[in-house]
């Protein structure tokens, strides 16, 4: 029988799993900006269902591991915050997906 | 955030989420309403619930929708196809144009051929429409269009524009609670919110 977190033979063991991206809000986050080019704050708030505070704070951990960057862009004469997963998000989400369909498709029924 | 992770889903409730404010079906409402009354009243003033429709979507999106939903760009996938809607929607306005010329220079022995062809084009577009958006509800507003375009060309005009007005004013309630609803769902969130970060 494994230890813990030791893949069970030869699949993903749960090291392997990116812990960034795990996490439920920055899960939905990321799943929304990968279906999208990109999107604002206040639209990742309302499909998120999370907090100003909450959000800020799961997106701050998401730009400092590279997954996400900021656009400044102007809507009419005002400026604009968009934000996007970067190629590494994308590919890490990709990645992701990847490893827990393996990791939970080596759970025995 | 109690979603599962169906990306296809998350993606077409993103994109639908800008349909719930209501502002398709006050137009479509008005293009009813505007549509049956000019023709119950012979004012071509009534044209003009058109442009009033036109500009409360408008409006409506600029000052109610975005500050309250946010601002996203869609994938290359929804963007291929909102191309494709333009040229279909182009072709379809480019083939109505053409049967009125072909009326209007007599090559078209009767006004039916012109009505059913109208009446298609609009089944047509609006079907395409429905599809891009994913609204069965657009649908239904595009075939009731659609017949009444139909029904106004081969009945009796005072009824067929009594049935225009009463789906227009039907289509433009349903429109004004979608609104509401809406407004309330999505309160204004602190100023600047959308450009934070």
Known sequence: ?109 | MNESLDLGKIERKAFSSYLQDGFWDIFIGFLLLGFGLRIYTDNVLFTLLIFVGIGIFILGRRYITMPRLGMARFGAQRQRRHIFLLVAILVAVLFTVALWILYAMDLLLSTNIVDIGISLVMAVIFGMIAYYMGSVRIFIYGLVLASMTFLVGNMDDELASLISIAFGAVILIVGIALMVIFIKRYPMKEENAGDAW
């Open chain 1, 1 to 109: 029988m494994p230890g813990e977190g030791e893949p069970i033979e030869g699949g993903v063991s749960v090291p392997d799993i990116d812990k960034v991206i795990h996490e439920p809000a920055r899960l939905m986050i990321m799943a929304n900006l990968f279906v999208l080019e990109s999107a604002d704050f206040l639209f990742l708030m309302n499909r998120t269902g999370l907090t100003f505070g909450n959000l800020s704070s799961h997106m701050k951990k998401l730009e400092d591991a590279g997954y996400i960057e900021v656009v400044k862009e102007f809507v009419g004469r005002k400026p604009h915050t968009m934000l996007r997963l970067t190629m590494e998000g994308r590919d890490a989400f990709i990645e992701y997906r990847r490893r827990m369909g393996e990791f939970l498709g080596d759970i025995p029924e």
